[in-house]
């Protein structure tokens, strides 16, 4: 299997772990040192350890099963991302479909560094939590490198 593939399935094996509540399982696949990112200036979001990562998940609070559905999976050298949507129940009786690009960097067989994209609005409107309704965080760069830096008008009056 090469790299790419050994590295979707690490990833696969993440989300699987993730969506059974199995703790365990899921942080064992990040690296010790991983950074972790949650995209986003509500107060549980930006870069953070893997501690503070799985502290954070339990704003959300289920009445029962989540159901996880992954569409495509891309997968490059030591990267991965791929999209997801969830469905599930809130404790508080709230429906909750979000949605999720995650990416994923892998170095010796662990995540090295974890990004998640998601509908942060929808979050505000179904999760009452100090955690997603308290003061906004700073907002922080998502990058970790820079591979090209474009400065322009960016289309401003691009249709006169």
Request: overall charge negative.
């Amino acid at each position: 299997m090469s790299e790419t593939e050994t590295n979707k399935a690490l990833a696969m094996r993440w989300m699987e772990a993730s969506v059974r509540g199995d703790a365990a399982a899921a942080r064992a696949l990040f690296a010790p040192d991983c950074r972790c990112l949650v995209v986003g200036d509500m107060p549980y979001c930006g870069w953070m350890d893997v501690d503070a990562f799985f502290a954070q998940t339990q704003i959300l609070k289920l009445a029962g099963p989540i159901t996880l559905e992954v569409g495509a999976v891309l997968a490059e050298g030591d990267r991965v991302w791929f999209e997801a949507q969830s469905e599930a129940r809130l404790a508080s009786g709230e429906d909750y479909r979000n949605f999720y690009i995650f990416q994923m960097r892998f170095a010796g067989g662990r995540i090295a560094e974890y990004k998640e994209f998601t509908d942060t609005l929808h979050i505000w409107r179904k999760i009452d939590d100090p955690q997603v309704r308290g003061p906004a965080a700073a907002r922080q760069p998502f990058l970790t490198e820079v591979s090209r830096r474009l400065i322009g008008n960016a289309l401003a009056g691009a249709g006169e």
